[in-house]
């Protein structure tokens, strides 16, 4: 193996201040009440900054701010005045965007490889991409618009909340097609991650944004309770955990609010004996490894055909060793921190669960820093379908392996989830993607290849994956009146 020097990114690019207050109307006021929270880096525990918990009267301000907005101002513009705000946001992000990378990777714990890399241009692109809809939304094949000059009406205002493992980008997800369609928007970040969306506030002070068009409000589910909740809202998106997707789901349940979820995943990769297993190998590590396991569409169950699964697993261990654990902020990194304590303990005891229940754990023989949340990427063998590892969300750099025999037997267990966000497919074979492709009952299958995003491509889940797709020209749809 070879050594390396320490590469770090400077920190100095980024100008965290100690306290933040709440982005509304254009402003930063302070909450109405709210406790105090502070953010760490979750690599070495220190504090970043303080930040408010927004209570239900800060919500409203902030929901009649975005209504405000709505009915004086942005609804009111045409489409190629919208889109010149996003371009500018997008433009925006483009230049600041090694700033928001270091700023996600301290606040997140992800590698700067990959915030640079993955998350910053990801960003932007959605920004572009939906400043490009924004005088096109009769031509989007949706509702009113006739093609002829009939413009779909936008939905309103928007409640918008992300969850903490990809911050900005989750973001930009929320609010590039809610401004490009005529929606407001009322945003909360995640508890352990408030800092890009934050900066993001700054960036629509930069980029002249109508005040009250997008407002930034911090805070936990409480929080986001109030906000889902709150009766002057028309539109709900959220993206997060499955348990608080369905409280949602009931909450708005009889209201005429539209809602998106966008929930957890148990993504099936599955590799067939004919596949590149070199190739194989570095997309199952992309698959659940990329940001740590945080990620909803992660390849969490490897499914590998029996005849090549001694040749695959010596391959991927061999590959696993040679991954670097440690600072997000040092460029060679590839695992950076679990983003929160309370994250790590659900790994570990879902990994003891594990092998409680039988599989055998291997991890990566890395030296783990003294401080700060960590966990070495895993992964399990003798995995069966019945087992905690093999059905629940882990949200961590653990792999459950399992076998199979046939296409069938593959698509058989690939299904048997209460999920169906994601699925990879590993095949030289053209008509057995295909074939594979139709069966899968998953919002996204990959082929060949895993976590590849797009703005262009809809993304989004069947069953317990929620429902709704963002992206694309779908994700129009969930932010237009059609
Ligand atoms: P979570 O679902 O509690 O948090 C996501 C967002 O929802 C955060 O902004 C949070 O403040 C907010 N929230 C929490 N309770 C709410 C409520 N009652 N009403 C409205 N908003 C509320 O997820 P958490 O606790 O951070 O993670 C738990 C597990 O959820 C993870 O281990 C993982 O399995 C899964 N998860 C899945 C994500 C995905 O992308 N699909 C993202 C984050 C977590
Ligand atoms: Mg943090």
């Not at 509304?24 to 690599?43: F, M, Q």
């Not at 005429?256 to 070199?278: S, W």
């Not at 199979?404 to 497919?425: M, Q």
Request: net charge negative.
């Amino acid at each position: 193996m070879f050594e390396y020097a320490p590469a770090p990114e400077s920190r100095d690019v980024v100008d965290i201040q100690p306290s933040y207050g709440l982005f509304v109307n254009g402003e930063w006021v302070d909450s109405l009440g709210g406790e105090r929270h502070k953010t760490i880096n979750p690599a070495s525990e220190e504090v970043l900054a303080e930040f408010s918990y927004a209570v239900e009267a800060d919500v409203d301000r902030a929901v009649t701010a975005a209504r405000k907005a709505y009915d004086s101002v942005w609804s009111r513009l045409p489409g190629r005045e919208r889109a010149k705000y996003l371009f500018r946001i997008a433009r925006i992000i483009q230049e600041r965007a090694r700033e928001l990378a270091v700023l996600e990777s301290l606040d997140n714990g992800k590698p700067i490889r990959e915030s640079r890399d993955v998350d910053l241009p990801l960003v932007a692109a959605h920004f572009f991409y939906y400043a490009g809809w924004a005088d096109k939304l009769r031509y989007a094949g949706f509702g009113r618009g006739d093609g002829l000059g009939a413009e779909p009406r936008p939905l309103g205002v928007a409640a918008q909340i992300i969850p903490w493992n990809f911050p900005l980008l989750m973001l930009a997800w929320k609010i590039a097609p809610a401004l490009a369609c005529g929606n407001t928007v009322v945003l909360k970040p995640a508890e352990t991650t408030p800092l890009t969306a934050l900066a993001f506030a700054e960036i629509c002070r930069q980029a002249d944004l109508p005040p009250g068009v997008v407002n930034i409000v911090t805070g936990a589910g409480e929080t986001g309770r109030a906000l889902v909740e709150h009766p002057d809202v028309n539109k709900v998106a959220f993206t997060g955990s499955t348990e608080v997707g369905r409280m949602i789901a009931r909450t708005v349940a009889g209201t005429r609010k539209k809602v998106t979820l966008e929930l957890g995943g148990k993504a099936a990769n599955i590799v067939f004996d004919d596949a590149a297993l070199d190739q194989a190998v570095e997309g199952i590590v992309n698959g659940i490894f990329f940001n740590q396991g945080h990620v909803c569409c992660a390849g969490s169950r490897l499914l590998v055909q029996e005849s090549v699964e001694t040749e695959l697993l010596d391959a991927l261990k061999r590959r696993l060793s040679t991954l670097r654990l440690g600072d997000p902020l040092d460029k060679n990194t590839d695992i950076g921190a679990i983003n929160s304590a309370a994250q790590l303990d659900k790994i570990r005891s879902l990994s003891d669960a594990g092998e409680q229940e039988g599989a055998e754990r291997w991890s990566a023989p890395c030296p783990i820093p003294d401080k700060g949340f960590w966990f070495p990427p895993t992964l399990f063998t003798g995995v069966a379908q019945s087992h905690r590892i093999a059905r629940e969300e882990i949200f961590g750099p653990v792999l459950s392996v399992l076998t199979f025999r046939t296409p069938a037997e593959a698509v058989e267990k690939a299904n048997n989830s209460p999920y169906g966000l994601s699925a990879g497919v590993w095949t030289e074979k053209g008509s057995r993607i295909l074939w594979m492709a139709d069966k899968l009952r998953a919002g996204v299958v990959w082929a060949n290849t895993f976590n590849r995003f797009d703005p262009t491509s809809p993304f989004g889940g069947y069953k317990e994956s929620g429902y709704g797709r963002e992206g694309g020209r779908h994700g129009l749809e969930a932010y237009l009146d059609v």
